[in-house]
């Protein structure tokens, strides 16, 4: 379920693009920003994370093939969401 402002738009958007939304839990997120951390330093937000969490999802379900190339948009920065989420660095 989509939270915070706009968030349903942009579900909307997707869905009336054809495109495929999915849902992942915090703990994958979580998971996706402490691994991409400590394994290759990236700075990455909570929705950069999702979007890395999300490719074993793809694969799973054939939306994408090992293989392809996929670019995942880093759109904030960890920088605010650092009191709630320093534990995970």
């Given at each position: 379920?989509?939270?915070?402002?706009?968030?349903?738009?942009?579900?909307?958007?997707?869905?009336?693009?054809?495109?495929?939304?999915?849902g992942l839990?915090?703990?994958?997120?979580?998971?996706?920003?402490?691994?991409?951390?400590?394994?290759?330093?990236?700075?990455?937000?909570?929705?950069?994370?999702?979007?890395?969490?999300?490719?074993?999802?793809l694969l799973?379900?054939?939306?994408?093939?090992?293989?392809?190339?996929?670019?995942?948009?880093?759109?904030?920065?960890?920088?605010?969401?650092?009191?709630?989420l320093r534990?995970?660095?």
């Amino acid at each position: 379920m989509p939270g915070g402002v706009g968030h349903f738009k942009v579900l909307s958007i997707v869905r009336e693009s054809g495109g495929t939304a999915i849902g992942l839990t915090e703990d994958e997120i979580n998971s996706a920003l402490s691994t991409v951390w400590k394994d290759k330093g990236w700075w990455v937000c909570p929705e950069g994370a999702a979007c890395l969490a999300a490719i074993p999802h793809l694969l799973e379900d054939g939306l994408i093939q090992a293989g392809d190339n996929v670019v995942a948009f880093n759109t904030g920065s960890l920088e605010k969401y650092l009191p709630d989420l320093r534990h995970l660095l």
